[in-house]
């Protein structure tokens, strides 16, 4: 992904990963043209990106939108003006930051306010794929803790025919 000019994204599932490491996307959504209507008059945003900047910060190619023209003419955009790709950076300035998840400071380590290194003050945030990580395991562990292994439930006698 990093090494890459620009792209092209399904579902938009990996939307905030390509935007943090400064990668223009456009998201292809997989959607018939009624129920597009139906996101665009309610919901209007599909990737989660857009959600959270409420603006078009990735453009959304839905259903018919996604054919070999638009594509090619995206590319062609983009490889003619260089600057698409600041200018598209610039749209997603401050909205990663906003999406990670923020970390509370350890008080018994930091007296003051802010987290202070050499001047800097910084923010904390959890590192988005090892606290999914931690997350679902917490839920594995729960589920076979809770004794969900017995299956005797499900052993009954069918019916003969």
Not at 81 to 90: E, K, M
Not at 100 to 124: C, H, N
Not at 145 to 155: E, K
């Amino acid at each position: 992904m990093a090494a890459s000019d620009f792209g092209f994204i399904f579902d938009g599932q990996m939307v905030s990963s390509a935007n943090a490491l400064n990668l223009p996307t456009n998201a292809m959504i997989n959607m018939r043209m009624h129920l597009s209507y139906f996101n665009a008059h309610y919901n209007r945003w599909w990737n989660d990106m857009n959600i959270i900047a409420d603006n078009s910060i990735n453009d959304e190619l839905i259903g018919g939108e996604v054919w070999w023209g638009k594509i090619c003419d995206t590319l062609a955009a983009n490889y003619i003006s260089p600057r698409a790709r600041f200018l598209n950076i610039q749209k997603t300035k401050g909205f990663v930051q906003e999406a990670l998840s923020f970390k509370p400071l350890d008080r018994s380590e930091v007296r003051t306010r802010d987290l202070i290194i050499d001047g800097q003050a910084y923010d904390q945030h959890y590192e988005p794929f090892q606290l999914a990580a931690r997350n679902m395991w917490k839920d594995i562990e729960s589920y076979d803790r809770d004794g969900r292994d017995d299956f005797s439930s499900l052993q009954v006698e069918l019916p003969q025919i």
